[in-house]
């Protein structure tokens, strides 16, 4: 199973102390901070409790490797380096993603990298309601454009 792109899109105003402890298991500490999960029921319920504050799809390869490139990072805010990459076992960051993306690999215990990618706010904006699930006509929730979404905001 293809692992999922969780994007937070809103704040902490009016949160309950459940859903930022969600958000805290989710490694999505601030706005606009994305990670990737395995498809689990485990962590699918915990998407749908942080649904009015995250929305997330399905992540391909391509997706994750403009990310691991654009915006991944090693401890210590240090870019990915061919030497830790070498020293993991992978070829380079293609490689890295496409293992990622068929689930051999699970993006959340790579030692040494930083389990989120911090993302700017989309250009030319949301194109929907940020308040709204998707299926509500905004873009929380489960969104099938969230990918188109996230190539704005890389």
């Known amino acids: ?13 009016n949160m309950y102390r ?9 490694n999505l500490l601030q706005r606009y901070a994305a990670t ?13 409790k942080s649904s009015p504050f995250v929305a997330w799809s ?11 490139k ?5 401890a210590g805010s240090k870019p990915i380096s061919d030497e830790w990459l070498k020293a993991n076992g992978f070829k380079d960051i293609d490689d890295l993603a496409a293992k990622i993306a068929d689930g051999s690999v699970d993006f959340r ?11 700017h706010p989309p250009l030319k904006g949301f194109g929907r309601d940020t308040n709204k699930h998707y299926r ?13 979404l996230v190539e704005r905001m890389i």
Do not use: C, Q, W
Not at 58 to 68: M, N, V
Not at 70 to 74: I, K, N, S
Not at 136 to 148: F, R, S, W
């Open 136 to 148: 509500a006509g905004g873009v929380l929730a489960e969104n099938p454009e969230l990918p188109k």
């Open 36 to 48: 990737i999960v395995p498809d689990t029921p485990d962590y699918v319920g915990l998407l749908h």
């Open 58 to 68: 399905r992540a391909d390869k391509d997706l994750i490797s403009k990310l691991l």
């Open 70 to 74: 654009a915006r991944g990072h090693l």
């Open 1 to 13: 199973m293809s692992p999922l792109l969780v994007v937070r899109l809103r704040g902490t105003v």
């Open 18 to 26: 459940n859903v930022a402890a969600s958000l805290e298991r989710l």
């Open 109 to 119: 215990h790579l030692k040494g990298l930083k389990p989120f990618f911090r993302l």
